[in-house]
């Protein structure tokens, strides 16, 4: 899920909106249209970026929209270095086209410039138990589940991490988990 800045402009949010119910090719039209009056907008150029990845079933490095999306981010968030918004969906990006790593060193980047971004910090879990990090994968898990209890149901795979991990039995009782050192009574 990315995440967009926000603007006052009614161009600007009529293409939003048209991203938002999923038209994205009306989006991208709209939202070039608005680059071409307001061409430094980083948060036309961050919801450009989003449109050109969303319009393709299955997003490849060598696609030119790929190509043009990551161009997009980077030179938004070049235009905002403090906001982690461009660089949050360069990871967004990044993970739909398999590089995992990247993806990891964007989200982290994000969380740099701000702490409090608990789908960055989902995203990085979910990474970590794609690559088989289960320790880590249930760690972010958790701080992610802390940051933004509303997100617990998109978590269902950290039982299997955790069974992974040893922390969990096949009975689905905690075990040797480290958190539970912190507080031994409860």
């Not at 138990?129 to 701080?143: C, D, S, T």
């Not at 933004?148 to 955790?162: K, R, S, Y």
């Amino acid at each position: 899920m990315p995440l967009f800045g926000r603007k006052k402009d009614k161009e600007y949010q009529e293409a939003a909106r048209l991203l938002s119910e999923g038209r994205t090719e009306e989006a991208s039209e709209k939202l070039r249209e608005f680059l071409d009056k307001h061409p430094d907008d980083a948060n036309a150029m961050v919801s450009l970026a989003v449109a050109l990845v969303q319009v393709q079933k299955e997003p490849t490095l060598d696609s030119p929209k790929t190509q043009e999306a990551l161009a997009l981010l980077e030179k938004a968030a070049e235009l905002k270095p403090r906001d982690p918004v461009a660089i949050f969906n360069k990871g967004v990006c990044q993970r739909s086209l398999g590089l995992m790593v990247e993806a990891l060193e964007s989200f982290k980047a994000a969380l740099e410039i701000e702490e409090r971004l608990p789908l960055a910090i989902l995203h990085m879990a979910e990474i970590n138990y794609e690559l088989e990090n289960w320790e880590k994968a249930v760690e972010l898990a958790r701080l992610a589940l802390v940051r933004d209890p509303g997100i617990e149901g998109e978590l269902n795979w950290v039982p299997d991490a955790m069974r992974n991990a040893g922390y969990m039995d096949e009975e689905g009782n905690v075990v040797n988990a480290p958190w539970e050192e912190e507080n031994p009574d409860g």
